[in-house]
């Protein structure tokens, strides 16, 4: 089971739009009930990141993560997502 943490500035708006389009791309390569998201605000991220195996946030990555980082504003943008699609898939295979 992969802890995913999810962030943007808020932890509410676009955080919910990409969780939504982050468990679609999860859910259809085969990872179904094989990961947990949680939605923070990314001033929270560095304190809680020591608990998820990865952070996906729409900001800049943020300073004191203890987990890897995973840019999600391509997801909002939809500009270039494989690259962020591919290591999140790399990131669950660990």
Known sequence: MKNILLAC??????????????????????????????????????????NFD?????TMPPKGLECEFVSGVCFLTGVNTQASIDRIVELMEK
């Open 54 to 58: 990865f952070l996906i946030a729409t």
């Open 9 to 50: 500035g808020s932890g509410i708006a676009t955080s919910t739009v990409v969780h939504s389009k982050i468990a679609t791309i999860l859910d259809d390569k085969g990872y179904r009930g094989k990961y947990k998201i949680t939605q923070c605000k990314v001033s929270e991220a560095p304190a809680k990141s020591a």
